[in-house]
Every structure is written in C-alpha cells, then in structure tokens.
C-alpha cells in the first residue's frame, strides 16, 4: 500500500497560482497518477492525469491554466495550478489511479 500526503493548498486570489505537492510513501513508478477535486455539494471529479511514460490528460474545465508532473525518484506528483477561478475552490486529492490509494485531499480557496 502506498500512503499519498498532499501539501501546498490555501487561499490565493483569483488569477493567482498555487503548486499542489502529493508525496507518496512508496515507490509510483509504475502507477498512473491522478489530481480531482470536490467542491461543496458537488461530486468529486478529475482534474489531470499523468501516466508512468508522462502522457497527460487534463479535464475540459482545466483550459490550460493547469500543469500535472512527477517526479519518480523522488515518489512526488505536482500540480501547478495558474490563473486560478473562484469556481476553482475544491478540496484537491492525489490518486493512485486503478487503486484504492488516495491522500486526505487538501483546501484550495479561490476568493478577493
């Protein structure tokens, strides 16, 4: 089992950027990684996704103003977030996709 902590949220202004950090306690080489998020009242959805050879997946709303990377070596998956929206505001997951191993999620706040 892998554990995943994510650090990096809070509260930034809209158009400003936060870097989204999930360190994992083992070794995700293999694994495709996966960002979602889940605003209040709504489901969870996926945000980005990159797997084990860096291909990319971003979700529609995304619209380029995100970057998912990893760095294996290190067992680290990031999300550099740009441009940031107020409907951005979520609590942000790591996932280890095609497992059940997902972090604690972290606060992102969008708001003037």
């Known amino acids: 089992q892998v554990h995943l902590v994510e650090s990096g949220g809070g509260s930034v202004q809209p158009g400003g950027s936060l870097r989204l950090s999930c360190a994992a306690s083992?070794?995700?080489?293999?694994?495709?990684m996966a960002w979602h998020r889940q605003a209040p009242g709504k489901e969870r959805e996926r945000v980005a996704n990159i797997s084990p050879s860096d291909s990319t997946h971003y979700a529609d709303f995304v619209e380029g103003r995100f970057a998912i990377s990893r760095d294996d070596a290190k067992n680290m998956v990031y999300l550099q977030m740009n441009s940031l929206r107020p409907e951005d505001t979520a609590v942000y997951y790591c996932?280890?996709?095609?497992?059940?191993?997902w972090g604690q999620g972290i606060q992102v706040t969008v708001s003037s």
């Open positions: 996932h280890t996709m095609s497992t059940p191993w």
């Open positions: 083992g070794s995700i080489r293999n694994y495709a």
